[in-house]
Structure formats: structure tokens, C-alpha cells
């Protein structure tokens, strides 16, 4: 008699069934789900295209922007800035330390009146200048910039100066009727301006 057809040697089908998922399989699913939901909240904006890091809502990002002063005088501030100013005094506006004095802070730059700057532009400065406490030499004069800028161009990279708050200043802007006001007085002058010089210069006039 064969002994295959013997039942005891018979191999037993395997049996499908169910059977409960691990509890830690549960825990870790909950845990990887609330921090992706946490992710999303502190970094999606609302789903806000114009929110990005490290603003968390358009709310800060709206607050944190520049003066109101009309963005487009900051855009075109900008580009004047860095045509004719960032070589000098860099992107950061913090100058170049033992060079070239920085905007970032300035006390030239955030005096509430901006007669003194505007006359520097246009005029230009010659000789050692003392900003934030720290001196300059002559070698960091600037050129006069009255033939290459028209009053528009000057008043707008002021404002953009002088309101860049990612730098620090917060002064008010200048407007092209303050610039052109300026200008007709120094029409004459044809040199540079010490700091003594400006100095004594009233801010209002």
C-alpha cells in the first residue's frame, strides 16, 4: 500500500483569517499625523502664496514691510541704490568697515530732516567723516551725483535708504519738492561738502 495516501503524512493548507494591527502601528499613524498638521500650521501661510518664511500670515508679512511710502518708490529706490550706491556701501548697507561708512544706522542718513543728505548726494563730500562713532578717511568721499540723478531718482533712493527697516532706519521719506528745493539753492556750488561743513548747515533748510 502507498504510503503518500497514509493521512498523517498529509501537508496542511494554510488558514487566511484576520487579525487585529499592533497598537504602536495606531500610535505612531496619530503621532505622524498631528505633526504634519503642525507642519502645515506653522509653515503653510493660510495656503498663501505671498506668505513665505519666516512670516507665518500675510498679517506679518504686510506688517513687516517698509513704510508706506508707496512700494513702487522703494522698488525704484532700490535699483538706484544698486546702480550707483551698493558698490560702496554693499546690499546690507553696512558699508565697508575702514572704507566706506555704513547706512545701516547712520545718524547722516535717519536725521528727521534730510536737507544734509540731500546736499551730500548732489554735491558730493570730501575728507574724514565720522559715523556711529566710528571715523572714516578721506579716501571714503563720495562724488557728487547732481549731473547723473534727476530729483525723482534721488528722492527715491533716500526714502528707500532712510525707510529700509531690514537695515534698521526708520526715517520718514523725501519727496521730490524737497529735493528740487535743495537743489535750487545749490545750484552754484560747484564743490564737495566737508562733514564740518554740513554741519552747520540747518536740517530744515
Not at 498523517?8 to 499613524?29: I, Y
Not at 531690514?166 to 545749490?186: C, F, L, Q, S, Y
Request: aromatic letters at 8%; proline letters at 9%; hydrophobic letters at 35%.
Amino acid at each position: 500500500m502507498n504510503s503518500d495516501l497514509n493521512p498523517t503524512n498529509q501537508e496542511v493548507e494554510p488558514a487566511t483569517g484576520s487579525a487585529r494591527a499592533p497598537v504602536w502601528l495606531f500610535v505612531l499613524t496619530a503621532l505622524l499625523a498631528f505633526w504634519g498638521m503642525s507642519f502645515l500650521d506653522n509653515h503653510g501661510g493660510g495656503f498663501d502664496a505671498r506668505v513665505y518664511e519666516p512670516y507665518r500670515g500675510i498679517d506679518e508679512v504686510e506688517t513687516d514691510q517698509p513704510p508706506s511710502a508707496g512700494n513702487d518708490v522703494f522698488v525704484k529706490g532700490k535699483k538706484v541704490f544698486e546702480t550707483y550706491c551698493m558698490i560702496c556701501h554693499q546690499s546690507t548697507g553696512k558699508g565697508t568697515p575702514g572704507k566706506f561708512p555704513p547706512l545701516a544706522g547712520s545718524e547722516w542718513v535717519q536725521a528727521p530732516e534730510p536737507g544734509r543728505i540731500i546736499r551730500l548726494v548732489l554735491d558730493g563730500s570730501q575728507g574724514p567723516i565720522i559715523v556711529k562713532g566710528q571715523q572714516f578717511p578721506a579716501s571714503s568721499a563720495m562724488p557728487p551725483w547732481k549731473e547723473n540723478l534727476k530729483d525723482e531718482d534721488i528722492a527715491a533712493v533716500l526714502t528707500y535708504i532712510r525707510g529700509n527697516q531690514e537695515w534698521g532706519n526708520n526715517a520718514p521719506p523725501v519727496t521730490v519738492d524737497r529735493v528740487k528745493a535743495v537743489r535750487g539753492k545749490m545750484a552754484t556750488r560747484g564743490t564737495a561738502w566737508s562733514p564740518d561743513e554740513l554741519l552747520k548747515v540747518p536740517e530744515t533748510e
